[in-house]
């Protein structure tokens, strides 16, 4: 099964599975966020959270999850569970038929009556994603780097907000949700990936009880075909002690096409660090800002630049950041800067490594995007980046959005 990935290793006391669904950024994603609450509450053997829990505590603590990440202009669904290994068990107890067979109870034996789900835990979970909704703007840094990205966006599936809108969740019924679950189940494909130590065979024979893991398909690998239409400058006045500015850019490439490798080394220049310009520019010469960094999406391929300003040095600071941009087109940055730039990247990509959930989650986004570079590949091909590169890679880039929060 071409779609179950195997990351073996011994480094963790635990051992991983992410069951993955991918899915479209679309009119159904506040179903797809409610989906995952109520799927959580229980299935036809685990009726109820706390017969989760129980369960979970007799797996040795067991985690288990199920979440919506934005990847792009895709969202996964993932079905997370991590547990014990068997050398950390009593009697050497293998718990990988117990973890695969409780995913299994989740996904396909959904708790439900009359083609409908349970009545209450519906009603709960609308509520409680209407409340995680409505606190969107209470993280003023977020909510700005969001809703430039949504501006440059405009009018494109990636402009979505990833839990979803009230609007939609309003209309939402029980028996259509299911039904969305049932249609999924049937005409959707799912990804696993397995970490940790196992037996290969045994884990394929488990997860053959899994029919959405038999549809394999190939993504599309371009979301990123969008022109830009105009600048959009959007001023919002809300009661902040501190003002928050946000630029999102185009950068014309993504890890599928155009040159990335090049585009990751200027984001890092620009703002990936305290070896950044905006870090050392912005924030520390000028003191304009109390933080200035910028990020990229690699599967849309969008750079956003986010700082948090006091609302009368607004102006001040968009110049500098633009000098710090103009900066690099012209060249104006060192081979120490540069080889700054490529340690911090190998060692974020090394570092990954260290955390279980983390490795998974980049090496799943690749995968289900057909992406075939390693962590080792992408670290050789930053490593080759030059001066050369770096300048082009800033030279096609695109202003598409300015937001700002103030008083």
């Known amino acids: 099964m071409d779609n179950i990935t195997f990351l073996e290793t011994s480094k963790f006391k ?11 950024l ?40 199920i979440f919506i990440s934005k990847k792009g202009e895709r969202l996964m669904m993932n079905f997370y569970f991590s547990f014990l290994d068997k050398q950390y068990t009593m009697n050497n107890e293998d718990l990988w038929k117990k973890a695969i067979d409780f ?18 835990y519906f009603e709960q979970e609308k509520e409680n994603l209407r409340i995680l909704i409505n606190s969107r703007i209470d993280d003023k840094d977020n909510y700005a780097i969001e809703r430039a990205e949504e501006l440059c966006t405009e009018g494109e599936p990636y402009s979505i907000y990833k839990y979803g809108n009230l609007e939609r969740l309003n209309i939402i019924k029980n028996d259509l949700l299911f039904k969305l679950w049932e249609d999924i189940k049937k005409n959707t494909y799912m990804y696993a990936f397995i970490q940790g130590n196992f037996d290969k065979a045994q ?20 979301n990123s075909g969008y022109g830009l239409k105009e600048l959009k400058v959007v001023q919002d006045s809300m009661k902040v002690n501190q003002g928050k500015l946000a630029l999102c850019y185009r950068t014309n490439a993504t890890l599928m096409n155009g040159d990335y490798f090049a585009l990751a080394v200027m984001n890092s220049v620009l703002g990936g660090g305290t070896h950044s310009k905006l870090f050392n520019e912005v924030r520390e010469k000028h003191s304009l800002a109390y933080y200035s960094y910028s990020f990229i999406d690699k599967f849309k391929g969008l750079l956003t630049i986010t700082s948090g300003v006091d609302t009368k040095n607004f102006e001040k600071a968009k110049e500098i950041i633009f000098q710090q941009v103009e900066s690099i087109k012209k060249g104006l940055f060192s081979e120490q800067e540069v080889t700054s730039a490529k340690r911090k990247l190998s060692n974020d990509l ?17 995968k289900i995007y057909n992406v075939t570079y390693s962590i080792a590949d992408i670290i050789d091909n930053i490593e080759k980046v030059n001066i050369e590169r770096i300048k082009k890679a800033a030279e096609i880039l695109q202003l598409g959005s300015i937001y700002t929060i103030g008083q």
Not at 55 to 61: H, K, V
Not at 203 to 222: A, G, Q, R, W, Y
């Open 350 to 366: 090394k570092n990954l490594q260290d955390s279980q959930y983390s490795i998974m989650d980049y090496l799943s986004a690749l």
């Open 26 to 65: 679309n009119e159904y994603t506040t179903d797809y966020n409610l989906l995952t609450g109520v799927l959580k509450r229980g299935c036809n053997k685990f009726k109820s959270t706390k017969e989760i829990w129980t369960y979970l505590q007799e797996m040795y603590g067991g985690a288990f999850d």
């Open 14 to 24: 635990t051992n991983a599975i992410s069951l993955i669904i991918p899915l479209e």
């Open 103 to 120: 995913l299994y109870e989740i996904i396909d034996e959904t708790l439900s009556q009359n083609n409908k789900f349970n009545d209450e």
């Open 203 to 222: 884990i394929i024979d488990e997860l053959s009880k899994f029919p959405m893991l038999s549809n394999l398909k190939v993504t599309n690998n371009n």
